[in-house]
């Protein structure tokens, strides 16, 4: 969820084959693929590449390069806190559907 929060952050990504992506990001989803725009590609060993828009899919990427005047403790704050599902109380039992099925063929309960 972080990196769907760095859309207008120029960025320079780093893919597994040795390619480096510079660009400003326009979107990142949940897969990680990252949509850029303004794209300066340098494939390995060659002369880099200028490009309008230019998406790259979530798991070619190695690494994230950010810029240092990015402010983490902000993109870090999660907006809606995660729910902890509730413990059962003392005394409660909670039963799937398959464990009352094995009960009730086992005669345990009438």
């Keep these: 969820r972080f990196l769907m929060k ?13 390619t480096v992506v510079h660009g400003t ?15 300066k590609l340098t494939l390995k060993g060659k002369n880099p590449v200028t490009l309008d828009h230019l ?8 690494y994230y390069i950010l810029p240092d005047s990015l402010n983490l403790e ?6 809606t ?12 039992i909670y039963f799937s559907p398959l464990n009352i099925l094995d009960l009730l063929t086992a005669g345990t309960i009438i």
């Design 6 to 18: 760095l859309n207008n952050e120029t960025v320079t990504i780093e893919l597994k084959n040795g």
């Design 74 to 79: 902000t993109l870090l704050v999660e907006e």
């Design 55 to 62: 998406s790259v899919r979530g798991n070619n990427i190695r």
């Design 81 to 92: 806190p995660r729910v902890k599902p509730k413990k059962p109380t003392s005394g409660q």
């Design 25 to 39: 990001v326009t979107g990142v989803d949940i897969s990680m693929n990252t949509h850029l725009k303004t794209v």
